[in-house]
């Protein structure tokens, strides 16, 4: 398995993190930069973007927008 680039950082820290940056900042967020803000791999962020999206109890949903190669959420 690979190694960590945040040793210390947690799944429910970086899913608090991105659900703030998405919500908060009123900006959209390409899948790299998102992995790059959140210091791991673009597959966890994906993930990460799905456990926000079955988060029912959030009564929110991730919009996703293609533009080009890049996808932005």
């Not at 799944?11 to 900006?27: N, P, V």
């Not at 790299?32 to 966890?44: D, G, H, V």
Request: glycine share 6%.
């Amino acid at each position: 398995m690979a190694r960590k680039l945040d040793q210390d950082a947690t799944s429910s820290m970086k899913a608090l993190t991105l659900y703030s940056l998405l919500l908060f900042s009123g900006r959209r967020y390409s899948l790299t930069e998102l992995a790059s803000r959140l210091e791991c791999s673009k597959a966890t962020v994906l993930g990460l973007i799905d456990a926000v999206d079955a988060g029912r109890s959030l009564h929110v949903r991730v919009g996703k927008e293609e533009v080009g190669k890049e996808n932005y959420y």
